[in-house]
């Protein structure tokens, strides 16, 4: 695993995300909707808003992103697209599987959509 320390600018402070996923039940008209959430666990991981060609890209595969979420290293649960991050009240969807550059596990990065219209 990669040991070396890691040099972050100021405001690139790591910080503390619980994680959870929807429940999801359904309606008598079958309809799902959400039912709680299950937590899953926390992670310590760098917040940074997306540059503007990634949200470009990601809002053409129909998937917007405002975020992304640094993780050093592999997560220690699996966390998959819909799962919530969440971080002084403020709520952020994750809209892909992570991605690992090079597969090697260094990094996991997560694009997310920060949504303040949902509680």
């Known amino acids: 695993m990669f040991t070396a320390p890691v040099m972050l600018r100021p405001g690139q402070e790591l910080r503390t995300f ?3 996923r929807p429940l999801t039940k359904e309606t008598a008209r079958g309809r799902e909707i959400t ?3 299950d937590p899953l666990g926390t992670i310590r991981a ?4 997306a540059k503007s060609e990634e949200t470009e890209r990601w809002r053409q595969l129909e ?3 405002t975020h992304k979420i640094t993780k050093h290293g592999r997560p220690e649960f699996d966390i998959k697209p819909g799962d919530i991050f ?6 952020f969807y994750n809209q892909a599987i992570s991605y690992d550059i090079g597969d ?3 990094w996991a990065i997560f694009f ?5 219209d949902v509680v």
């Open 18 to 20: 619980s994680v959870s």
């Open 112 to 116: 997310c959509d920060e949504r303040t």
């Open 46 to 49: 760098v917040l940074a808003q």
């Open 104 to 106: 090697l596990g260094h």
């Open 63 to 65: 998937h917007p992103i």
């Open 86 to 91: 969440e971080y002084a009240g403020r709520r």
């Open 35 to 37: 039912d709680g959430y």
